[in-house]
């Protein structure tokens, strides 16, 4: 079995670089932020833009967003928002538990001019944080700031790893972004083979097909009917020219555009998610 194998691995030296330890007192009461991990089912699927725009709606819906940059490793939401924190995830990751709201904001920067409660965690740029720091530990770390953001967009490494698995444990959300290709599919496919294995109910995942609408891949895209099961699925319709000019300007389309096809099934996406939370809340409250 796949998680046989991935769990069986010695342990990497490099996770022991960050020590999270338990919350002090002024971290032991939080709100619950949700998090949403965005992943790409292979490489070259635009999940990067889908994690910046989902982002960009989730704000506008809970009134407040962070968006974080998982890939340690190739790090490029800040590049494609135009943007370089002076402080990295890994000034937060290293003061774990040890932060307070004055840290953060100073680590959890604007994302973009046009939504002031939008935030931007970043590794730094140069990729020095793939050998200090993994997801678990990102994962702790969030998991006790919850109080300061309302909802989390994490957008995730493609590379399948214990570490990858610790996050995908603690997500309120998975999204998994492909394209209508037979590649694309079947690793799509693949992705959701091990969510099984992991026995991760069908209500916490939901694939986007992104890019849609090509002509080049409208064969496959009347097939997808039933291609995901029990699975919910979205659309987003291709936006090439406009995801050139928002990234010359910084500008997440879905902010910059609200009125286009991409935006408009950008925000269907994040209205889809924020009332499966908000009906998930309200069950917990009433139980």
């Not at 490793?73 to 890994?90: I, N, R, T, W």
């Amino acid at each position: 079995m796949v998680l046989g194998r991935l769990f069986s691995k010695p342990k990497d030296d490099s996770a022991q670089l960050v020590s999270v330890q338990t919350a002090p007192d002024h971290l032991s009461v939080k709100t619950d932020a949700p998090i949403i991990s965005v992943l790409g089912a292979k490489g070259g699927t635009g999940c990067t833009s889908v994690a910046i725009n989902l982002s960009a709606a989730l704000s506008g819906l809970f009134g407040g967003a962070t968006i974080i940059d998982g890939n340690f490793q190739l790090p490029d939401v800040a590049y494609v928002l135009g943007k370089e924190p002076e402080h990295s995830l890994l000034d937060l990751l290293y003061r774990t538990p040890d932060i307070d709201e004055h840290l953060f904001s100073a680590c959890a920067r604007e994302a973009t001019d046009l939504d002031a409660k939008l935030k931007l965690l970043s590794p730094p740029l140069n990729g020095e944080a793939a050998l200090k720091a993994d997801l678990t530990q990102l994962a702790q770390c969030i998991t006790l700031l919850g109080s300061y953001t309302n909802c989390w967009v994490v957008d995730l490494p493609k590379h399948l790893d214990r570490h990858l698995v610790t996050f995908l444990d603690a997500s309120t959300k998975i999204v998994l972004v492909l394209e209508a290709t037979v590649s694309s599919l079947a690793a799509c496919n693949r992705w959701l083979a091990t969510f099984r294995e992991l026995d991760y109910p069908t209500e916490r995942i939901i694939c986007v097909v992104n890019r849609s609408g090509s002509k080049y891949n409208k064969a496959i895209e009347t097939q997808l009917g039933g291609a995901f099961g029990e699975i919910v699925s979205h659309q987003i319709p291709n936006a090439a020219q406009i995801m050139w000019e928002s990234t010359a300007n910084g500008a997440p389309p879905v902010l910059a555009y609200p009125s286009s096809p991409y935006a408009r099934a950008i925000k269907n996406l994040a209205a889809s998610i924020y009332r499966d939370i908000q009906g998930e809340e309200s069950r917990v409250q009433s139980a």
